[in-house]
């Protein structure tokens, strides 16, 4: 009749209860932002799915239904390499995390990408199954394929266009090179002044396209790795005279000095590229002109021997404006000037160190810069280059100067110390003064009884100019007698005939090679036969020239090109015929020529049947004791027996050597009589041609395509006529080797024999070793009459003329 309450104490338990409903809530709430989020599937551990998330099915395209008892397998997207899923179980069933991003196939086909990630389920410590946990990365993955597709045609876009600007080299140059030939005529036609000033300003713009668009060229070309260096040996003195010769007038016609070499080098050969050094130095010697507005511009190159190895140092020094710290950090990079100012004063496309850095950095040098502003600028740079010993010089005879005493006079430091260099190296008793005041105090206090025998007056001086300086000379008879020199940095048509009415022995432009100014001495002082009132540099020239008249008889366009650039630079005056019918006609026509080059093999009427006709005493109209040289590519034992038989007087064979040749010329040019005593170079030429043709199949392999060298050799550095010859022969050989293929349907073997020679010929005279080699094979083959091996040889003589096309294009463009 009461109650009794019994009581349980469950706040513990409440909030246990409370705490787990919260903690459901909790995962509930974050399962569903999952959810929202990502895909998430259970598998077990052979991979059947028992669960995959709302997010899973939306992705997918699939129903839950549709999902549960499957393999993910369903969504295998098939892009995956071999082994890819084996190695993705291997390691989840290892207990590992597996991580990747994963392209999958939706039901209706369309792909998606999933970062994914796979972690091991466990049930009382044992595998028991697996969870993925995917994130849709498919926008992510499309904007990052999109830009990768993008930036890959935007680098096909620039290589085509750098491709494009690179081969278009030719084709940009070669009517601006019209332009600029064509103005050059017009200057040197009779013009009024104002013509003259129109067709001037012509030039010089024409000038200044071409060289910017060298520049945009030869960067494309640095930019799409087209830049290939050649390897020859070069005369490294002769070409900075040669370079001091090419930029002087730059230096000129600012009124500055410019002194290239600024030291003597002697015999210093070297095997590199002297075409792209020369192409650095011009541009670092251009800058340097450019930006100096007043006192000298001076090319030192020092050169070091380890072992063969020549460490070679060009420095490049001015008195111009100088650059400061912080724009030389930019110098070399594309398109950089040290300031806009300074495009806009002095112009420029600011490629040219950029082009230069790249081309020193290929030949594995380095190029840099020391400079302070207002104080001037030295460029400088170190080479390493293999060393070249065989190439000799013919050395002077100093024993003729030695007896010699020289007064120089020059105001220019410089000037004046490569001057006490050289006269040092001839160990030429010498003194070296700075102005014209000094020079007449040295002559008036010198002992009589040793007297100055040669004077070297520099002409633009101080206070008195080496023209006045003469004139005081020459007044007083006590230092009359000494021979005077004038060396000068702003010479000017006609002005050696003015220097030698004042009284001048010697005239010499700067900047003057080192064995110019030795001849000069040597005839000024009257150590040589020459009978000159007044000594040049083209007096010194004309001596080495022939005064001739020469018919060439060849028919191929490629060889004529090549023996009358040879010739021509020789000072001799070229006709052509294109085979003996055609030389005849003109020996008979009353020109008076001094000697014919004949070659043997030719259409028409050949070589040994015009010899036998022009030495026919029957043969009217005609010289029957003109000299006849033989041309030809053949230099077999028993080739110079039959050209001697036919009366043919001497042998040159093909490819030509212009220094044999000019040993040759000196031979024929300066008999009256005919000889028939054949040069001893033919005797060499045959032995090592036989050995040679013994060989031709064992050194196949290593014959060159295009041989540089040879050709460069042959025209003696004249790349405008190279670049021509190159672009005539491909042309004609293209012909050619067409005409050949024809030939070979009608099984003319003799046809073929004399067509293949015609090409074995060519192709030597220009360096394509290779390609005369497959050549000669054919004519051989031919010969032989086996024209199936002949059939096999012009596959692969048109593959090495294919070759031989793409090296000219390249190098010679």
């Not at 014209?436 to 007056?457: I, N, R, W, Y």
């Amino acid at each position: 009749s009461g109650y009794t309450s019994i009581r349980t104490d469950i706040t513990k338990s409440k909030a246990q209860e409370q705490n787990i409903i919260a903690a459901q809530a909790d995962l509930s709430a974050q399962k569903d932002a999952m959810d929202q989020h990502s895909l998430v599937s259970i598998t077990d551990i052979k991979g059947t799915i028992s669960y995959a998330n709302d997010k899973f099915c939306e992705i997918s395209g699939y129903e839950q239904e549709e999902l549960i008892g499957q393999n993910h397998s369903l969504l295998n997207s098939g892009n995956e390499p071999k082994n890819y899923w084996r190695d993705m179980y291997l390691t989840v069933s290892k207990g590992k995390v597996w991580h990747d991003e994963v392209k999958n196939k939706a039901k209706d086909g369309h792909f998606y990408w999933v970062d994914t990630t796979i972690v091991p389920l466990y049930e009382n410590n044992k595998l028991s199954g697996y969870t993925s946990i995917r994130t849709d990365i498919t926008k992510a993955k499309k904007l990052a394929l999109n830009l990768i597709e993008a930036k890959e045609q935007a680098e096909v876009a620039n290589e085509s266009k750098t491709d494009f600007l690179a081969n278009m080299s030719h084709e940009i140059r070669t009517p601006m090179n019209g332009v600029i030939g064509m103005t050059n005529l017009l200057l040197d036609s009779k013009l009024n002044q104002d013509q003259f000033k129109l067709a001037k300003t012509v030039k010089t713009s024409a000038d200044s396209l071409l060289y910017i668009i060298n520049d945009i060229l030869d960067f494309s070309k640095v930019e799409a790795g087209m830049i290939q260096l050649e390897d020859i040996n070069f005369n490294l003195g002769g070409m900075l005279e040669d370079l001091g010769r090419a930029m002087h007038y730059l230096a000129e016609e600012k009124g500055l000095e410019f002194i290239c070499p600024a030291n003597p080098i002697i015999n210093q050969w070297v095997h590199a590229d002297p075409g792209r050094l020369r192409q650095v130095l011009t541009n670092l010697i251009g800058n340097a002109i450019k930006f100096t507005e007043q006192g000298e511009v001076a090319v030192f190159c020092t050169i070091e021997h380890k072992d063969t190895r020549r460490l070679i140092r060009f420095e490049i020094k001015d008195t111009g404006i100088g650059i400061s710290e912080a724009q030389q950090a930019k110098l070399f990079s594309k398109f950089t000037q040290a300031d806009s100012s300074t495009t806009r004063k002095y112009g420029g496309t600011g490629l040219g160190l950029s082009i230069s850095k790249k081309l020193i950095e290929l030949m594995g040098g380095e190029i840099g810069i020391n400079s302070e502003l207002g104080k001037g600028t030295t460029f400088w740079i170190s080479l390493a280059l293999q060393g070249v010993e065989f190439e000799k010089e013919t050395p002077l005879q100093l024993a003729d100067v030695q007896e010699q005493k020289i007064l120089a006079v020059d105001d220019n430091a410089t000037n004046r110390d490569l001057l006490e260099q050289l006269l040092t190296l001839w160990e030429i008793d010498h003194q070296l003064v700075a102005s014209g005041t000094q020079a007449l105090q040295a002559l008036t206090e010198c002992d009589k009884d040793s007297p100055f025998t040669v004077g070297l007056l520099d002409m633009n001086m101080p206070e008195m100019d080496g023209a006045e300086l003469c004139k005081l000379i020459k007044s007083d008879s006590a230092i009359s007698d000494i021979k005077l020199v004038m060396l000068s940095s702003q010479a000017q048509r006609g002005e050696a005939k003015k220097m030698q009415a004042i009284g001048f022995d010697g005239y010499l432009p700067k900047p003057v090679q080192q064995s110019e100014l030795y001849n000069v001495i040597q005839q000024v002082a009257g150590l040589t036969d020459e009978d000159d009132t007044l000594i040049t540099r083209y007096t010194e020239k004309e001596r080495t020239q022939f005064k001739a008249h020469i018919l060439v008889v060849e028919d191929n366009i490629t060889n004529q090109l090549v023996i009358k650039g040879i010739l021509e630079k020789f000072g001799i005056t070229i006709d052509l015929a294109g085979n003996g019918q055609e030389a005849l006609v003109a020996l008979q026509q009353g020109t008076d020529y001094d000697l014919v080059f004949m070659d043997c093999q030719m259409p028409v009427m050949d070589g040994y049947t015009a010899t036998q006709t022009i030495r026919d005493p029957e043969t009217k109209g005609i010289n029957h004791t003109i000299p006849i040289i033989a041309m030809t590519a053949n230099v077999m034992r028993g080739d110079k027996e039959k050209c001697l038989a036919v009366g043919m007087n001497d042998y040159v064979a093909k490819p030509i050597d212009p220094a044999k040749l000019r040993r040759m010329l000196n031979q024929w040019l300066s008999n009256t009589e005919v000889s028939t005593s054949v040069s001893a170079d033919v005797e060499t030429i045959v032995d090592i041609a036989e050995s040679d043709a013994a060989e031709v199949n064992k050194e196949q392999t290593d014959l060159l395509v295009f041989d540089y060298e040879v050709m460069n050799a042959m025209l003696m550095g004249d790349k405008e006529l190279m670049a021509t010859i190159a672009e005539t022969f491909l042309i004609d050989m293209a012909a050619q080797i067409e005409q050949l293929k024809s030939i070979l349907d009608t099984d003319d073997s003799q046809q073929a024999a004399a067509l293949a020679h015609k090409i074995k010929g060519a192709s030597g005279n220009v360096g394509g070793k290779a390609l005369s080699a497959s050549a000669l094979e054919i004519e051989s083959a031919s010969k032989a009459g086996d024209m199936k091996a002949v059939q096999l040889g012009i596959d692969k003589l048109e593959n090495d003329f294919t070759a031989l096309k793409g090296e000219m294009e390249t190098k010679l463009a």
